[in-house]
Each structure stands twice: as structure tokens, then as C-alpha cells.
């Protein structure tokens, strides 16, 4: 475990469900799980999708129907979730280094990437901690700040690989939601 926190740039869990495994972040486009053997797109952190780019396997993976589209967001980007097995979670207790109820994830609350088997070390110098908050507790409305500054960020990212008119629609399905994140047009 002291191995994998210091080579938590290098190295990965596996995105399987139950599964504890890692791969390499070598510069590889797949990489293969120690335990499962599962594929891994390096890039987008998928299943492996031979032979497609990663904007290609969304695109094919995703009709563009704007309820599918809706539900996609919801629960890629606006729904919280532990990085390994995605179980979502809504408790926040005050410590920026969360544990999962499920998997044996430890969690950065500020950023949500997978840190190993201690936060702790990756919560001390997140790069989305503002400045001046406490080494290791935040209050509820900074936790709550730092969600809608990373849902931001994938949201107008998920929303730049959608046409036009997909884009329009799915900020009017989700008006509330992109209003909270600063998004309206």
C-alpha cells in the first residue's frame, strides 16, 4: 500500500467493481489490471475500446437522446461517487479524506480521486483546496463549493462533445442544475 501512495501517478486501481487490482499509467492507450486482467483505457478510464478513438466510443456507446443524455449527466458528473466502485455517497462529516461505505477506497473530498489506502497525504496538498482552508476539515459550503467547481469543469467538458442543438436541450432539461454551476447557455 506505501508502494502505490508513492506511486499514485504511476499507477491506478482497477475501475472494475470489487476489484482491487491496478494498472500502469505508463503512456500506454490500454493497460491491464494486475488482478482481473481487465483492459483499461488510460485516457478516459473506461473499458478498453479497441480501434475507437475515446470521443468515437462515447459517441457509440451514447445514442443523442437528450433523456439518455439528461440521465448521463446525472449520474457521470452530477451525482458523487467513490472514484473505485462509483457507490454514491451524500454524508459529509467535516474531513476532506473520505472512505468509502463499500470498497476500500480513500477519497480526496476536495478533487474525489482515488488516493489508496490514505487521504490523508493527498488532502494536504490538493491543488482545488482554496487557500486558507484547514489541512485536513472543511465546513459543509466549502465541500459543497468545491462539488459545483469540479462538476463545472467535467459538465462543460461533457457538454463540448455534444452538437448544438444537444447542448441547448440538455442545458433546459437540466436548468436548475447548470444554473447551480454557472452554466446557461
Known amino acids: ?3 502505490v501512495s508513492i506511486n499514485l501517478g504511476k499507477l491506478q486501481y482497477c475501475i472494475s467493481p470489487g476489484c482491487s487490482g491496478l494498472y500502469s499509467l505508463s503512456g500506454a492507450r490500454v ?3 494486475s488482478d482481473c486482467r ?4 488510460t485516457a478516459c478510464k473506461v473499458e478498453e475500446h479497441e480501434g475507437l478513438t475515446c470521443r468515437e466510443h462515447l459517441a457509440a456507446k451514447t445514442p443523442p437522446d437528450v433523456l439518455v443524455l439528461r440521465n448521463r449527466a446525472n449520474e457521470e458528473i452530477l451525482t458523487l461517487r467513490c472514484p473505485r466502485c462509483m457507490q454514491a455517497f451524500f454524508d459529509f462529516e467535516g474531513c476532506f479524506a473520505l472512505k468509502c461505505s463499500i470498497c476500500p477506497c480513500n477519497f480526496c473530498g476536495w478533487c474525489l480521486i482515488d488516493c489508496g489506502p490514505d487521504a ?3 488532502v494536504k496538498t490538493c ?3 482554496p487557500r486558507g482552508a484547514d489541512i485536513f476539515f ?4 466549502q465541500f459543497e463549493n468545491a462539488q459545483v467547481k469540479r462538476q463545472r469543469v467535467l459538465m462543460l467538458d461533457f457538454l463540448s462533445k455534444l452538437t448544438k442543438a444537444e447542448r441547448a436541450k440538455l442545458i433546459k432539461g437540466l436548468q436548475p ?3 447551480r454551476l454557472g452554466i446557461t447557455s
Do not use: I, N
Open 138 to 141: 472543511g465546513t459543509l459550503e
Open 177 to 179: 442544475d447548470m444554473k
Open 31 to 33: 493497460a491491464r489490471c
Open 127 to 129: 491543488q482545488s483546496k
Open 38 to 41: 481487465m483492459g483499461v483505457c
Open 120 to 122: 490523508h497525504s493527498h
Open 1 to 3: 500500500d506505501e508502494y
